[in-house]
């Protein structure tokens, strides 16, 4: 999608995204409600305008595929599913606006894994190897479901098929890394960013959804944002670094 000198002209984009979530955290950490929530409205608004400018700035004089375009849409669109995910979760949540975020997020994965398998070719995996990392990805969805008190009904669903699509994102990452370690070519550097996010969006969503369901603990809420915000922008700069 880019060449990799243009990542420098993606960071030099994120600037104004960087200082945004610089004053969103410290405003977490402080307990500054108000300014948290105002701040982190702009945030995936922010790396959208990044991505597009970073994009336009690369590839300005040059001519630009179909192909090229149609992955920046969809990672533009995957971030503003993540910007509508984070409005729904603003203040107290309520199990209606958590099932509104969820779908939000969900909609957001999805695109990701769309974009993921637009975007690279999967290389063989070892049959074993691949069954036990799904085992084990599988036993985490159940695990994280009953840490949260195994909940029932439409939320219950809601939280399993959610944390199913996150998972079976971060599954197929590292799906193509393996096979590009099988095939002998070493860990592709984009892929690696990518599925590093991933880890940061398990994280940030199993501490966020304990908070929900039971109670927030100290600083959860710059833990959670910090591992969200590294989770988006890593993934973002792994989609832009191929």
Request: hydrophobic letters at 55%; glycine letters at 6%; aromatic letters at 14%.
């Amino acid at each position: 999608m880019y060449y990799n000198e243009s990542m420098n002209m993606f960071f030099v984009c994120c600037i104004p995204f960087f200082i945004a979530a610089a004053f969103h955290l410290i405003s977490c950490l402080l307990s500054k409600t108000k300014q948290a929530d105002m701040s982190k409205k702009i945030l995936m608004p922010l790396l959208i305008l990044a991505v597009a400018a970073a994009y336009c700035l690369s590839f300005a004089g040059k001519r630009v595929t179909d192909l090229r375009l149609f992955q920046i849409v969809l990672l533009c669109i995957a971030l503003a599913a993540g910007n509508a995910g984070d409005i729904f979760l603003l203040g107290n949540v309520t199990p209606k606006n958590m099932s509104k975020g969820l779908g939000a997020f969900l909609i957001g994965h999805i695109v990701y894994i769309a974009l993921l398998l637009l975007t690279f070719s999967l290389p063989p995996v070892p049959r074993l190897i691949a069954i036990v990392v799904f085992a084990v990805y599988s036993a985490a969805v159940y695990v994280s479901w009953r840490m949260n008190g195994s909940p029932k009904g439409a939320v219950g669903a809601a939280v399993i098929v959610y944390a199913s699509v996150l998972g079976l994102f971060s599954l197929l990452t590292l799906f193509h890394i393996m096979g590009c370690v099988h095939a002998g070519n070493g860990v592709p550097s984009p892929l690696l960013k990518i599925y590093i996010g991933t880890l940061f969006f398990l994280l940030s969503d199993s501490i966020l959804s304990r908070t929900i369901f039971f109670k927030p603990f100290y600083q959860s809420r710059f833990v959670v944002m910090l591992t969200y915000l590294s989770a988006q922008f890593l993934i973002a700069l792994g989609f832009l670094s191929i």
